[in-house]
């Protein structure tokens, strides 16, 4: 059986951000990586152009096994967790294997939501959630002349339009009145419709499928106003739903997602989650939907290296965050005023750039962009923010 003091389960962003936060606190520490998926960490955002062909799978790595190795990390892929015992801290694999764990994250993210629509299951189609999803689909976009899209969100607008590019005839079928209704109001929602359908993709607004059924070599799809859609291809993008399926029994609470506190911790100590699979508090309801605003891997790394009850007090993350000010808001590469002169105006404008300055002769935007973003007080709860000089951005062009 295999020991390690951090256990990740899930190799996209949530879980990656958390590694490079534990590594920056603990540079030994045992830290363990396991996902089901069969290849190397990547986005989900790159999916629709491996499925365009834009980008080649083997490109789309955020890291390679160099870099975990370089970062002294075990890297298991091709293996899901099937079952956490929280009390022996054990998480058991498909393969069979344990692992004991000290600190365990939970960043499994969430799989595509099936609709309970008749003779689904029954037919061949495709989802897009993974890799091997988007490499499937690539590889069919050749033989289909006529696809059926069911969703309209931006799985499903990314799909049809990579369908329509490459030729085929493209039906999307929406229960909501218009596409992306999740994402934009109304009015922009008009103006996407019609540069779909200008490509002459069929919109089917406000309509639900009530059966599917294999008709001889095609996909024959039925909606409740009596449509008929045959297709070669159908795609299902009606959503996605967090994966908890493994912790039963794990003593985990979950709700939509797993329910997590403001540091990514679980109801059972030792164990944290981010990402689409944790359900966060929202800032106006006592939960935030789990997909909507997806807790920080970054922030359950760091306080997985502290340690349950091990948090840094008050003053403490106050002087922490200011340091972190400190560091932001200094003049990029150093600007030493010259003497006499004074923050902001035509004097104040008259500074010179230290001999090491990497942005010297660049426009002033690129260095100060983010400075100019930050705001004093911001993020330092009730401690007034550090002092710093007044540089106004309009001085730098004179």
């Given at each position: 059986?295999?020991?390690?003091?951090?256990?990740?389960?899930?190799?996209?962003?949530?879980?990656?951000?958390?590694?490079?936060?534990?590594?920056?606190?603990?540079?030994?520490?045992?830290?363990?990586?396991?996902?089901?998926?069969?290849?190397?960490?990547?986005?989900?955002?790159?999916?629709?152009?491996?499925?365009?062909?834009?980008?080649?799978?083997?490109?789309?790595?955020?890291?390679?096994?160099?870099?975990?190795?370089?970062?002294?990390?075990?890297?298991?892929?091709?293996?899901?967790?099937?079952?956490?015992?929280?009390?022996?801290?054990?998480?058991?694999?498909?393969?069979?294997?344990?692992?004991?764990?000290?600190?365990?994250?939970?960043?499994?993210?969430?799989?595509?939501?099936?609709?309970?629509?008749?003779?689904?299951?029954?037919?061949?189609?495709?989802?897009?959630?993974?890799?091997?999803?988007?490499?499937?689909?690539?590889?069919?976009?050749?033989?289909?002349?006529?696809?059926?899209?069911?969703?309209?969100?931006?799985?499903?607008?990314?799909?049809?339009?990579?369908?329509?590019?490459?030729?085929?005839?493209?039906?999307?079928?929406?229960?909501?009145?218009?596409?992306?209704?999740?994402?934009?109001?109304?009015?922009?929602?008009?103006?996407?419709?019609?540069?779909?359908?200008?490509?002459?993709?069929?919109?089917m607004l406000g309509a639900k499928v009530s059966r599917c059924e294999t008709a001889g070599k095609t996909i024959r799809v039925m909606t409740d106003g009596g449509a008929t859609l045959d297709a070669d291809l159908l795609l299902v993008a009606a959503g996605v739903a967090p994966v908890t399926d493994y912790l039963a029994g794990s003593g985990v609470d979950i709700d939509r997602g797993i329910l997590v506190d403001d540091s990514m911790r679980t109801s059972v100590d030792g164990i944290w989650a981010a990402g689409d699979v944790a359900q966060a508090k929202g800032f106006l309801q006592r939960r935030e939907n789990a997909q909507r605003h997806p807790p920080r891997g970054r922030r359950a790394g760091q306080d997985r290296r502290h340690g349950h009850g091990r948090r840094p007090g008050r003053e403490a993350l106050a002087r922490r965050r200011a340091a972190q000010h400190l560091h932001l808001l200094r003049p990029a590469g150093g600007l030493r005023r010259q003497p006499g002169c004074r923050g902001g105006g035509a004097q104040g404008s008259r500074r010179e750039a230290l001999p090491?300055?990497?942005?010297?002769?660049?426009?002033?935007?690129?260095?100060?962009?983010?400075?100019?973003?930050?705001?004093?007080?911001?993020?330092?709860?009730?401690?007034p923010a550090p002092h710093r000089p007044r540089f106004r951005a309009r001085s730098f062009h004179r």
């Open positions: 059986m295999t020991q390690t003091e951090y256990l990740i389960v899930g190799a996209s962003h949530a879980a990656l951000s958390a590694l490079q936060a534990i590594r920056m606190q603990d540079a030994e520490g045992s830290v363990t990586v396991v996902t089901r998926d069969d290849a190397l960490p990547y986005s989900p955002t790159v999916l629709p152009y491996v499925v365009s062909g834009r980008s080649a799978p083997e490109r789309v790595a955020l890291k390679d096994g160099a870099w975990f190795e370089k970062n002294k990390i075990g890297f298991i892929r091709g293996a899901a967790v099937t079952a956490v015992d929280a009390a022996a801290k054990r998480a058991k694999l498909s393969s069979g294997e344990e692992i004991a764990y000290g600190k365990l994250l939970l960043a499994t993210g969430a799989a595509p939501l099936l609709p309970p629509i008749p003779g689904l299951k029954d037919v061949k189609f495709h989802v897009l959630r993974t890799l091997a999803d988007a490499v499937g689909l690539h590889a069919a976009l050749p033989q289909t002349k006529q696809a059926v899209v069911l969703g309209a969100g931006l799985v499903g607008m990314h799909a049809a339009e990579n369908l329509a590019k490459a030729g085929a005839q493209v039906a999307v079928v929406e229960m909501q009145p218009r596409v992306l209704a999740g994402y934009f109001d109304a009015e922009a929602s008009a103006i996407i419709e019609a540069a779909f359908a200008a490509k002459g993709v069929k919109l090491e300055d990497r942005h010297a002769g660049q426009p002033p935007h690129r260095h100060l962009r983010h400075q100019r973003a930050l705001r004093p007080g911001r993020d330092v709860g009730d401690h």
